[in-house]
């Protein structure tokens, strides 16, 4: 009779501890989430093409650098530079143009992106950053 009693009390809660379990673990690795932030003076779009970046801070921005931040454990991004971007200026840069530090061209079809970071100086040395997940 116990042993019927132990089954119906103990399996349950098991199950229900190990899925308890499995969801905090999960939640408290999830360092892929990227929120969207600064762009209120950069604007970012992300096409399956191209990423558009606008200058929205109403001055020159000059140093301008894209990166695709890619998802997982690869810590290395993929880079264009794109110079200067003018006031309300839209600059498209094509996927094509995004290369590793060692050259690798960006290929959507070998990476998992997860985000799109733009960092950028304007002409009186206020720093801009702005991400947008991929």
Known sequence: MFKNLRRCVVGPCATGGA??????????CGGDTVTESGTDQIGIEVSTLR??????????????????????????GYTALVGEVGSAQRRPISLGDFRAEDGTPFSARAVQPSAV?????????QQYEAVVPW
């Open 117 to 125: 970071r733009v960092t950028a100086v304007d002409m009186n040395g």
């Open 19 to 28: 899925i308890a379990l499995l969801t905090l673990l999960q939640a408290g």
């Open 51 to 76: 990423v558009t970046i606008e200058n929205r801070s109403g001055l020159g921005l000059r140093n301008v650098r894209a990166v695709i931040e890619p998802a997982g454990i690869q810590k290395t």
